[in-house]
């Protein structure tokens, strides 16, 4: 007996359906391996941001751990240069060892700023933010370094604005960028000259710090590298050499407030470093401008 044939009207609804399954299937498959394309993507982006991580915490051990070898013999060096100077009681020995502590203060300067600008260079330093008045971080820079200023009989003159509004500032960090350009303007400035130590506020609600000297300048060869890294002007003063540094890593920290530092000097005729730090209202109003923008 011979099975009764499918109306042709059935088979095409069934081949019908079946061509529309298929392309429901095709078209889940291709959003399945859109998404899938899109994991792997996320998880190779994951797996990059753990791995710098990672790399990161590693770098920071080092940095630690070389930070801990070479600082802690210049330590005890510098012990027992103390207690030898409290036992050697000739004018010579006196001498030599007066030397040696010098040269092992400008070992330990070095060992500092390497390390400050390593971890500046690879962003793992710490920036603790706080409100600070800036004419009091101001005022504790040169009380701290005026017995220097005296010891070349150097008057260091300040001038501040009243009632200036507070910054966010990592005041540590701060006051070190500014010691460093004030110790700079003592270094370069011959015995009995002048520093001055100014601060205002500008239309632009930044803190404008001032800070000019009467010692020999720069050349105009120098002036563009004298932010650069390394660099060592060509400055005769009779003091000991540096490592070229301290100005690289102040303008690192007062750009990493949201500030820049400018310079103008001339050979034999002075040095000017300004210094421009937003206030709290300058960053605001920098905020509000991003939002602006990004908002179209």
């Known amino acids: 007996?011979?099975?009764?044939?499918?109306?042709?009207?059935?088979?095409?609804?069934?081949?019908?359906?079946?061509?529309?399954?298929?392309?429901?299937?095709?078209?889940?498959?291709?959003?399945?391996?859109?998404?899938?394309?899109?994991?792997?993507?996320?998880?190779?982006?994951?797996?990059?941001?753990?791995?710098?991580?990672m790399e990161t915490d590693v770098l920071r051990e080092l940095i630690d751990e070389i930070s801990h070898d070479l600082r802690l013999p210049l330590s005890t060096i510098t012990n027992y240069l103390y207690l030898l100077k409290q036992t050697e009681r000739t004018e010579v020995s006196q001498r030599y060892l007066t030397v040696m502590e010098r040269q092992v203060s400008?070992?330990?300067?070095?060992?500092?700023?390497?390390?400050?600008?390593?971890?500046?260079?690879?962003?793992?330093?710490?920036?603790?933010?706080?409100?600070?008045?800036?004419?009091?971080?101001?005022q504790k820079?040169?009380?701290?370094?005026?017995?220097?200023?005296?010891?070349?009989?150097?008057?260091?003159?300040?001038d501040l604005e009243p009632d200036l509004p507070p910054m966010l500032v990592d005041s540590v960090k701060i006051t070190r960028a500014l010691m460093n350009i004030v110790q700079n303007a003592i270094t370069y400035t011959p015995a009995q000259g002048r520093i001055y130590v100014r601060s205002t506020l500008d239309s632009a609600a930044y803190i404008v710090i001032e800070i000019a000297d009467t010692g020999i300048g720069i050349s105009r060869d120098d002036l563009p590298h004298i932010f650069d890294r390394f660099y060592r002007a060509n400055r005769t003063s009779g003091e000991n050499g540096n490592v070229g540094l301290g100005l690289a890593i102040t303008k690192r920290i007062i750009e990493n407030h949201w500030g820049r530092i400018e310079v103008e000097s001339e050979m034999n005729n002075g040095t000017v470093f300004r210094i421009f730090l937003p206030t709290v209202a300058a960053l605001s109003a920098r905020s509000n401008r991003h939002l602006r923008d990004a908002s179209g």
């Open 1 to 53: 007996m011979r099975q009764a044939e499918m109306p042709m009207e059935y088979s095409n609804q069934l081949v019908t359906e079946l061509e529309h399954k298929i392309k429901l299937l095709e078209q889940s498959n291709s959003e399945l391996v859109a998404k899938n394309l899109y994991y792997e993507e996320a998880i190779h982006h994951l797996e990059q941001n753990v791995a710098e991580l």
């Open 106 to 138: 400008y070992l330990s300067d070095v060992v500092n700023n390497l390390i400050h600008m390593v971890r500046l260079d690879l962003n793992i330093t710490q920036f603790d933010v706080r409100l600070s008045p800036i004419n009091q971080l101001l």
């Open 141 to 158: 820079v040169v009380d701290a370094l005026q017995p220097v200023a005296s010891e070349k009989e150097q008057v260091i003159s300040l």
